[in-house]
């Protein structure tokens, strides 16, 4: 496979993940009326059978078996389940309860946080254009903690867990499909139980007479692995440089059916944040397309 350029199905599945990503608000917002630990725990049930089938079309069962009986892989596993577990949990509580402005701004600030840890974990040195592009982050969380006298602790915990499953996801030896499923499977007992107790207590909205609430919790799964399966097999056939670009597409949208759609308040703070991290976007994208220019 050739990595220095760009296959049009790789982009067709990478752009189609973070366009679902983009949306994926309005499908949370529709549930608002569901605890969000419910509609998480739906999430990772109804996910299962889609991945399962995903890899089963691929031929790939035997690998997750054989990480269903490595003890290292399990542990590896049950760590990046529990971290996306909490990411899922906090992004869904946030669009439930008006703060879908505060993810849009997580998953822009997220590269420049993943750079950053590069830097302090790894040892990687910044160069100018990175470190520019960290100053105008760190002004615009600036400005939104003047604003709310606190630090935006919600966009900043969406960022820190997304950052963390990533980084602990590459050290995952297993193909993303299978890792992916190793997750689910892992979360699926905790998910089950969860479902039954609220079942049993009368507190469950699935299957509890209302069939569009439980048309749409069975739909958790399609629209939780959908993306992220397109994501995993079109990242392996585009650049970095493209991937990097096409990052900012679900928190744009994300962002505009936050303002336009949802009529979130956009405060003079915000008005103020938000460019600041857009021209922190570009100035790192443009670095990162210099240094590769560099490199060719």
């Given at each position: 496979m050739?990595?220095?350029t760009?296959?049009?199905?790789?982009?067709?599945?990478a752009?189609?993940a973070?366009?679902l990503?983009?949306v994926?608000?309005i499908?949370?917002k529709a549930?608002s009326?569901?605890p969000?630990?419910?509609?998480?725990?739906?999430?990772?049930?109804w996910?299962?059978?889609?991945?399962?089938?995903?890899l089963?079309?691929l031929?790939?069962?035997?690998?997750l078996?054989?990480?269903?009986r490595?003890?290292?892989?399990?542990?590896m596993?049950?760590?990046t389940?529990?971290?996306?577990?909490?990411?899922?949990?906090?992004?869904?509580?946030?669009?439930?309860?008006?703060h879908?402005?505060?993810?849009a701004?997580?998953?822009?600030?997220?590269p420049l946080?993943?750079?950053?840890?590069?830097?302090?974990?790894?040892g990687?040195r910044?160069?100018?254009w990175?470190?520019?592009?960290?100053?105008?982050?760190?002004?615009?969380?600036?400005?939104l903690?003047?604003e709310?006298?606190r630090?935006?602790l919600?966009?900043?915990?969406?960022?820190?867990s997304?950052a963390?499953?990533?980084?602990?996801?590459?050290q995952?030896?297993?193909?993303?499909?299978?890792?992916?499923?190793l997750?689910?499977?892992l979360?699926?007992?905790?998910?089950?139980a969860?479902?039954?107790?609220?079942?049993?207590?009368?507190?469950?909205?699935?299957?509890s007479?209302?069939?569009?609430n439980?048309?749409?919790?069975?739909?958790?799964g399609?629209v939780?692995?959908?993306?992220?399966?397109l994501?995993?097999?079109?990242?392996?056939?585009?650049?970095?440089?493209?991937?990097?670009?096409?990052?900012?597409v679900?928190p744009?949208?994300?962002?505009?059916?936050?303002?336009f759609?949802?009529?979130?308040?956009?405060?003079?703070?915000?008005?103020?944040?938000?460019p600041?991290?857009w021209a922190?976007?570009?100035?790192?994208?443009?670095?990162?397309?210099?240094?590769r220019?560099?490199?060719?």
């Amino acid at each position: 496979m050739n990595t220095d350029t760009d296959s049009p199905r790789g982009l067709a599945f990478a752009l189609g993940a973070y366009m679902l990503w983009g949306v994926l608000p309005i499908y949370m917002k529709a549930l608002s009326h569901v605890p969000a630990a419910e509609v998480l725990a739906h999430r990772v049930i109804w996910s299962v059978p889609v991945a399962g089938a995903v890899l089963i079309w691929l031929g790939r069962t035997a690998d997750l078996t054989a990480a269903l009986r490595s003890p290292r892989m399990l542990a590896m596993g049950g760590l990046t389940a529990t971290i996306i577990s909490i990411n899922w949990g906090i992004y869904i509580w946030a669009i439930q309860n008006g703060h879908t402005l505060d993810a849009a701004l997580g998953y822009y600030i997220n590269p420049l946080v993943t750079v950053f840890l590069g830097a302090a974990t790894l040892g990687e040195r910044l160069n100018r254009w990175q470190t520019a592009a960290l100053a105008l982050a760190a002004c615009a969380v600036a400005v939104l903690t003047w604003e709310a006298g606190r630090l935006p602790l919600l966009a900043l915990s969406l960022t820190a867990s997304w950052a963390a499953y990533a980084w602990f996801k590459k050290q995952l030896p297993i193909g993303p499909n299978q890792g992916f499923m190793l997750e689910v499977v892992l979360l699926s007992p905790f998910a089950l139980a969860w479902i039954v107790w609220l079942a049993i207590t009368g507190q469950g909205h699935f299957a509890s007479g209302d069939l569009t609430n439980s048309l749409m919790l069975a739909s958790a799964g399609l629209v939780t692995a959908v993306p992220l399966i397109l994501y995993a097999n079109g990242a392996k056939l585009l650049r970095l440089t493209t991937i990097g670009i096409l990052q900012y597409v679900s928190p744009t949208m994300i962002f505009l059916v936050a303002v336009f759609l949802f009529h979130e308040p956009f405060s003079t703070a915000k008005a103020v944040a938000f460019p600041m991290i857009w021209a922190a976007l570009a100035v790192y994208t443009f670095g990162m397309m210099r240094a590769r220019r560099a490199l060719a």
